[in-house]
């Protein structure tokens, strides 16, 4: 009898270990789990990168009528829109019109309305710009560009009301 406990007992801290095991191995593998889903949350963040320009300077420019420094945003190439006049510009074109733009309607307040896009290259804004005698809604369009961001639409509608 004494044997038969003896050998229950051994039986049982065989399973007792055992049990220790397959504990340890699934604490390894929920580690591992969790690593898996850390690293994959990581490489779907980065689609939804944070835009690499600062807003913040984009906003500044156009409440000061600053062109030379928005250009810095734009694209090589870039679809301007004033008022219905639209055309495909170069970026130092593009420059030049919004400098005009600017002289004629110098800024009294710019706003950033709403921000959007999708999270591949695409981003949108939507901006309300202010002058002494006439407001105007600002969209602003861009793509990414390697590292950047820059501008490849800017459209300058003229508000009625």
Known sequence: MDNYFFQKKKDLQFHIGLIFEV?????K???LLTLSVLLFMQSNASD???ILFNL???TVYFKTGSSKDLAK???QA???NINGHQGDYSKNQAEFILKDFFIK????????LHKGGSPGPTMFFVGSYTTDTDQFRI???GADKGDLMKIYSLEIIKMRF
């Open 48 to 50: 939804f990168r944070p």
């Open 105 to 112: 309607y110098p800024p009294t307040d710019f706003k950033i």
């Open 139 to 141: 969209l602003i369009k």
């Open 29 to 31: 593998i929920i580690a």
């Open 73 to 75: 945003y734009f694209d």
């Open 23 to 27: 504990i340890g191995f699934m604490k």
């Open 78 to 80: 870039i679809n301007l």
């Open 56 to 58: 913040t300077d984009v």
